[in-house]
């Protein structure tokens, strides 16, 4: 799917330079003799193939977000798992922890920076193997708690597609029930996450009014949910 020449090319283009510098940068790791870089070079080194990976992923998985009303998605715009099936939808929900990932990436960097400040010997004993492969850990649950959030509670069902289907039929001219999804629905449309078959009765009592005149407005009643099926994901 085709939405502009920069969303087209860029990521393409910041994916080879990706792979060009930074096998640079580690040759010059591995071969330096005169920063003395010590544990952290190793640190580099998994920053660099980090880095690597990441765009490896944007370049095969490119994505689109759209924000509708109550709502925003992602889904794939392009690259070859573009067709809808559960092994793909899987794949955008991998695609995504990579943003996970990066924030456990900065963690692990300023956490080393700070214990080379006040803890520089216990750095220097134990970060290898043990701190590296805390932070290798580290990053990994944050990609899988991603995962996890993506694919089985944020992963797009046909209500959810259905919501998002004329806005986005209207701007990229493609149907939202062929795309493999992320949809986030906000408070105000909760109702969409309910079956039909639910119904919720707002119970108010007059003789609780004295009781409740100093609480917010949104506390005075008793909200029942009368569930006759399960909650629809």
């Known amino acids: 799917m085709y939405t502009s020449w920069a969303h087209h090319y860029v990521p393409k283009f910041n994916g080879c330079c990706a792979f060009l510098v930074n096998p640079l940068f580690i040759f010059c790791i591995l ?4 920063l003395q870089l010590g544990n952290y070079r190793w640190l580099l080194l998994y920053f660099a193939i980090f880095n690597m990976a990441c765009s490896l992923c944007d370049m095969l998985v490119p994505v689109c977000v759209h924000n509708y009303r109550y709502a925003f998605s992602v889904f ?3 690259g070859p798992f573009q067709e809808y099936s559960e092994f793909n939808q899987f794949i955008i929900a991998f695609r995504c922890s990579f943003i996970a990932a990066t924030y456990a990436i900065l963690h692990a960097h300023f956490t080393y920076r700070f214990m080379v400040l006040f803890k520089n010997k216990a750095l220097a ?9 805390l932070t ?3 990053c990994i649950l944050h ?5 996890i959030t993506c694919y089985v509670y944020i992963g797009a069902d046909m209500e959810r597609k259905l919501y998002m289907h004329d806005t986005i039929m209207d701007v990229y001219g493609v ?5 493999n999804m992320i949809v986030a629905l906000y408070r105000s449309s909760l109702s969409h996450f309910f079956r039909p078959s639910i119904r919720i009765s707002i119970l108010r009592s ?11 407005q949104a506390m ?13 994901s």
């Open 143 to 147: 990609m899988i708690y991603w995962v």
């Open 31 to 34: 071969k330096d003799n005169k």
């Open 206 to 216: 007059h003789r609780h009014h004295f009781l409740c005149s100093n609480v917010p």
């Open 175 to 179: 149907e939202s029930t062929k795309l």
């Open 76 to 78: 794939t715009a392009g």
């Open 220 to 232: 005075q009643g008793i909200i029942v949910f009368q569930f006759s099926h399960k909650i629809s």
């Open 136 to 138: 290798v850990l580290y």
């Open 125 to 133: 004993k134990y970060f290898m193997p043990y701190g590296l492969i």
